[in-house]
């Protein structure tokens, strides 16, 4: 708090050393005195100042870094909503109907560590904001879809990521637009469940969140099929996904705040 103040507030603490060492020369005679004084708070209010400036530099990208953060995040997760629309809309030849608006914000968040509940597999998060955000908002970030807020308490929350053995998503192929239902595959993937043998799915695919629940808004990214195995006894091809967010290396998430209620 100390530091803060200071590379806040350097620019008057300087002019008031200023004034200070102004004093000093006035109220001395000895000339070499006086100019012993000048070169020595010449250089102490050239090292503050140098000082000063690198500590409140130090804050203030801290400030930057977080703000990019969730712009990157806000613009990944448009981007893809485009896209889907673009693909949506070359389908049904309605391009000139095509409307956009962005009904949306993004809470940062910071992983502080992991659920502290057994049952559930997850992060638990801070923020001094948490208040403002509903139980089951959606997590997410630049990279795809995280999971959902179970629990909030003052500051801290409990997200349950994709990786628990409960948590469900309906999610949709972004090629040919079948839907599917999300589920954790046992190790650090993800199976898409619930799509015909009849239904061609590729390996390479884009699977994103359809939209069909009232928890996880749509087009947030979920991950790619990496493996699709067909079996003629079964009316359900079992389709592999690798989860577009590392799991092991989140220390900053955003949550979903829809604005347009």
Not at 28 to 55: F, N, P, Q
Not at 80 to 85: G, P
Not at 179 to 186: K, N, S, T
Not at 220 to 237: C, P
Request: neutral net charge.
């Amino acid at each position: 708090m100390i530091i803060r103040f200071i590379s806040h507030f350097h620019q008057a603490l300087l002019l008031w050393l200023y004034v200070i060492l102004a004093s000093l020369f006035m109220l001395s005679s000895e000339s070499a005195i006086v100019e012993g004084l000048r070169d020595t708070s010449l250089h102490v209010v050239g090292e503050l100042d140098e000082w000063m400036t690198a500590a409140g530099d130090y804050f203030n990208l801290k400030k930057t870094n977080r703000a990019l953060r969730k712009e990157n995040t806000r613009l990944a997760y448009e981007n893809f909503q485009l896209q889907d629309a673009l693909l949506e809309n070359i389908r049904l030849r309605k391009l000139l109907n095509f409307t956009y608006s962005v009904d949306y914000d993004l809470l940062p968040a910071k992983v502080v560590g992991f659920s502290p509940q057994t049952q559930v597999t997850g992060l638990l998060l801070s923020s001094e904001q948490m208040h403002t955000i509903a139980k089951n908002s959606a997590v997410m970030t630049a990279d795809g879809l995280v999971g959902k807020v179970v629990k909030i308490s003052g500051s801290f929350a409990i997200c349950q990521i994709l990786l628990d053995p409960n948590i469900r998503v309906s999610a949709r192929i972004q090629r040919n637009r079948e839907l599917g239902m999300i589920r954790w595959d046992g190790a650090k993937g993800l199976l898409l469940d619930q799509v015909a043998n009849t239904v061609r799915v590729e390996r390479g695919d884009v699977v994103y969140t359809s939209g069909m629940s009232q928890i996880y808004p749509p087009n947030i990214k979920i991950g790619v099929v990496s493996h699709v195995a067909r079996q003629d006894d079964q009316l359900f091809q079992k389709i592999h996904i690798v989860p577009a967010v590392n799991f092991d290396a989140l220390d900053e998430v955003l949550i979903y705040m829809e604005t347009g209620k």
